[in-house]
């Protein structure tokens, strides 16, 4: 595979010379350097409003040294610039380390020489714009036209290819040829003086196949439907209930409420409610929580791509790998960049990830998910004499401190004497995580198990994830609603 | 690219290609940001970073109003003139927008805000910078409950030029620098832990007061502390200024951008000329405060910015509503300078100046003094729904009011209220306002807010 001609300045003398600034001056130095392309598709209601296309190439530079990081981000990519940065980075890192009170070190890691390519069958880069466009305006034509009653569409393409390579100071080369996109629908529907509106997106690693896939060509449908449906939703009641979370909540649940409190970083500075719980019981028993952002998963779900939230290897050259973070209802791991690894004498799990060149590495989940069980979803609701079904979320946030969440749901339905009545919109349910955790009573079977992706947001940086589940139950959520 | 006649030489060449290739409009967006920023995690200095942000985007859009737009950090010739085409070809492709009347006009007369450039920020060294972030760390070491502190201390330099072919040619350069704190204490005796948090923002370096930034997140953090579940009670909620920003103003910002409100995804649609709160709320979107962080003497697209009414005693003004050139000419009024661009990679959108919510004649100490049981917000992770105005969220930061006095923060407690019925029951308006950002506000009394506690 041959590299970028704008990622050929890295050569031998070069590095070599990098590597004679950094000797006795710091411990640990990487470089990423990125050439960025991407096309942005925006129509609303059938016009297009943004048809956009990029070209970046950016460069961070990180320096290291006994518990001190510098960062230098540079302007303009040649060979007496990159040595400037290089000098600064090292200049801010030893100022850092003059300050610090954690001294340590980054453990060595073996050198990662390798060329990674997605392995796309339609590439993006080959793709007329206008088969682009042609796919936006089909979208828009379908969700426009499915009623009277919605009155305004937005259907949004994005893709990005991306020729990545990273350098660092254990001698690791990786090259990496990228290719991502994502596509989503919104859709506002409205009778008299009410307005409801639903969104989705379909994303992934890969080529313009993505678009073929049936969930991507039934998103402006499902969107439709969706807005039209809440139209006559009713506003919940609030209380406490057995709550019935599909894979969307659940996957949510897992990554915002449990995920970030097992990033490492979170847990040294003490926000995290699971610090001293390596080893305990976080959970009922039935409970397996696992993150696995490794490259071959799409087939799993029988798509032709790699899932959003998949990588060959993190920001500081880790290969991904499978990390189990709570076994048999016991908290196994936390997720580790090189730093938190060092620092917990462990070796890193490969979550050390920046949204580019030109911002840091923090600990990133990759795709979080809770393993399946034994229940079905008829027999849980059978089950359920009096609670809430509650299907795919708006938004979900926590307090690591304490671990209180809040999930905001789309679609909820009254569950009584076992069966599914009525719906309901904007339910939403809130409680403290350790406690949920353990009063799960139900957690449904592998015909159950779904995943959803997203970016998730964290210090100003937002990063491509998945996250998923089965079904599960759960008893004395706190229900809030307007009423 | 600080020469300036580089840089219209640049914008020059490109304008040339496009007229050439067929572009009835052409605009051209050149933006540098020259940064620093110190990290600070286990309240101990991290990382040190400095940077240098540099691009330009071009925005292309033909006879029938489709437009194209393509962006660049690479700005050598050729690259600037692959750009220029590939925009062209992308305007190509697109719809017809009879809706779009025109750019920006060369303008004669830009009103001048003084007090958005500081060379004490432009100069800053990282080693000058450490010391805000010292302070930050020394108070928190000596504080008895502070357990961990998070937070940085950031500094930018910025320039734009904007150019079109409507003869409009403008620059500015602008300086900002941050300062945020993100505290956790904990409670020895009942282990209890919580977090506090307090950021500020200002154009010149001299209005950055670090001490002050960290005491007020250690005092917003043991605020919070042993927090307790209460009933389900029908009370009044004091907003403390963050709450409004994060309540009222927020969700404001939304609900008159002009965009929002064309397209009917506003709760505020068909409510310009009604009165939607008290005689004496007031609230203005105003660009030409000195020294604050949302002034500036022209948008995102050249056009001179302004001081704008919204509400008026109590009334949503016809005139109320942020535009840009674009939603200004489907509308046929003219921009109100909105134009919102943080940088060459996004085309212009719709944003707030300064928005301020006009302070009022109770002191903040008499309107809790009054309330015999109630609830103080300070933040909510939730946002309302703009379309709908609907709210129900958790309230995060927040203490139980009983005969006047703060008490126990509030644990899984929730809240629900329209932002109508929120405006409409505004009771009480502080003299004491607090500026953060591009918001100003002060405390505010909503009445009749249905609360719902957890305590069975």
């Known amino acids: 595979m041959e590299i970028a001609d704008e990622l050929k300045i890295y050569d031998d003398n070069l590095v070599k010379e990098l590597s004679n600034l950094a000797r006795d001056n710091i411990e640990y130095w990487d470089i990423r350097t990125t050439l960025n392309n991407g096309t942005v598709l925006s129509f609303t209601n059938q016009r297009s409003k943004e048809i956009s296309s990029y070209e970046t190439l950016e460069c961070g530079i990180r320096a290291f040294i006994n518990g001190g990081w510098g960062f230098c981000v540079l302007k303009k990519i040649d060979k007496n610039n990159i040595i400037d940065g290089f000098l600064k980075a090292i200049k801010l890192a030893r100022k850092s380390q003059s300050l610090c009170k954690f001294q340590f070190n980054i453990n060595e890691s073996d050198p990662l020489n390798k060329k990674f390519k997605i392995k796309s069958v339609r590439n993006l880069e080959s793709i007329d714009i206008k088969d682009k466009i042609e796919i936006v305006k089909n979208h828009e034509d379908i969700s426009s036209k499915y009623s009277k009653e919605i009155k305004n569409t937005r259907t949004v393409y994005l893709d990005g290819y991306f020729k990545n390579l990273f350098l660092n100071s254990f001698g690791s080369q990786v090259y990496q040829d990228l290719e991502v996109l994502r596509l989503f629908s919104a859709v506002y529907a409205q009778r008299k003086g009410l307005i409801q509106n639903a969104m989705n997106s379909v994303g992934g690693v890969g080529g313009f196949e993505i678009m073929e896939t049936e969930a991507a060509q039934n998103i402006s449908l499902k969107s439709a439907k969706q807005a039209i449906m809440l139209l006559d939703a009713k506003s919940p009641v609030g209380g406490k209930f057995n709550v019935i979370m599909d894979p969307k909540l659940t996957g949510t649940f897992i990554h915002e409420a449990f995920g970030h409190a097992c990033e490492a970083d979170i847990v040294l500075n003490k926000e995290s409610i699971l610090e001293d719980k390596i080893g305990k019981t976080v959970a009922i028993e039935e409970v397996n929580v696992i993150d696995d952002p490794t490259i071959g998963q799409g087939k799993k779900f029988n798509l032709p791509y790699e899932l959003y939230g998949s990588y060959n290897v993190d920001d500081e050259g880790i290969p991904s790998q499978k990390t189990v973070i709570i076994e048999d209802g016991i908290l196994r791991n936390f997720l580790h960049n090189i730093e938190t690894a060092s620092r917990m004498s462990i070796e890193p799990n490969g979550h050390g990830r920046a949204n580019s060149s030109v911002a840091i590495p923090q600990v990133r989940m990759g795709f979080t998910y809770l393993e399946p069980k034994d229940w079905k979803l008829e027999e849980m609701i059978e089950d359920t004499k009096s609670g809430v079904l509650c299907e795919d979320f708006q938004y979900g946030y926590t307090d690591t401190t304490t671990g209180n969440f809040q999930f905001k749901c789309k679609f909820s339905y009254r569950i009584e004497n076992g069966e599914k009545k009525e719906l309901m919109r904007d339910v939403s349910l809130s409680g403290m995580t350790l406690e949920v955790l353990k009063r799960i009573t139900a957690i449904g079977d592998k015909s159950t198990f779904n995943y959803s992706d997203g970016i998730c947001g964290k210090g100003g940086q937002g990063v491509r994830v998945c996250d998923g589940g089965p079904f599960i139950r759960i008893e004395d959520i706190t229900v809030g609603g307007l009423n | ?456």
């Open chain 2, 1 to 456: 690219m600080q020469n300036k006649s580089d840089v219209s030489n640049l914008a020059l060449f490109a304008l040339n290609i496009a007229e050439k290739l067929t572009a009835k409009f052409a605009e051209i967006y050149f933006y540098l940001s020259d940064y620093l920023n110190i990290d600070i995690e286990e309240n101990s200095i991290k990382n040190n970073e400095i940077g240098s942000d540099l691009g330009v985007g071009i925005r292309v859009i033909n006879q029938k109003g489709s437009l194209g737009f393509a962006y660049t950090n690479r700005l050598e010739r050729k690259y600037i003139e692959k750009m220029v085409k590939t925009a062209i070809s992308l305007m190509k492709t697109g719809t017809e927008d009879p809706d779009f009347k025109d750019l920006p006009p060369k303008y004669e007369v830009y009103k001048t805000v003084n007090g958005l450039y500081d060379k004490d920020i432009k100069y800053l060294s990282i080693e000058d910078s450490i010391l805000y972030a010292e302070d930050l760390i020394n108070i928190c070491d000596k504080d008895d409950m502070a357990i961990s502190q998070s937070g940085n201390f950031s500094s930018s330099y910025n320039k734009t030029f904007i150019f079109n072919s409507n003869g409009l040619s403008i620059d500015s350069k602008t300086t900002i620098s941050s300062i945020s704190s993100h505290v956790i204490v904990k409670d020895e005796i009942t282990n209890d832990t919580s977090f506090g948090f307090e950021s500020q923002i200002e154009r010149n370096l001299n209005g950055i007061n670090s001490k002050n930034v960290v005491k007020t997140a250690l005092k917003n953090a043991k605020r919070n502390l042993n927090r307790k579940k209460i009933n389900s009670i029908k009370a009044p909620l004091i907003l403390t200024p963050k709450g409004v920003i994060s309540f009222i103003l927020r969700p404001l910002a939304s609900a008159i951008n002009a965009e929002t409100f064309q397209y009917k995804r506003s709760f505020l649609v068909d409510r310009r000329g009604e009165y939607l709160g008290p005689e004496f709320l007031n609230i203005e979107d105003n660009a030409l405060i000195e020294g604050a962080v949302g002034s500036a003497t022209f948008d995102g697209e050249g056009v001179p910015c302004k001081n704008k009414r919204v509400i008026d005693k109590g009334k949503f003004l016809k005139s109320g509503l942020l535009h840009n050139s674009y939603t200004a000419g489907k509308e046929g009024v003219e921009s109100s300078g909105n134009a919102a661009r943080d940088s060459y990679s996004s085309l212009p959108g719709i944003g707030i100046k300064n928005l301020i919510l006009q302070s009022g004649k109770s002191s903040k100490d008499e309107i809790i003094q009054n309330v015999k049981e109630g609830i103080l917000l300070d933040y909510t992770g939730d946002r309302p729904n703009i379309s709908t105005g609907d709210f129900s969220g958790l309230i995060l930061q927040g203490n139980l009011i009983r005969n006047g006095e703060i008490l126990d923060a509030l644990n899984e407690t929730m809240f629900g209220i329209n932002l109508l019925d929120l405006f409409r029951n505004i009771e009480e308006i502080s003299k004491e306002t607090k500026v953060y950002g591009p918001f100003q506000a002060p405390f505010v009394k909503i009445a009749d807010v249905q609360i719902i506690g957890s305590a069975s």
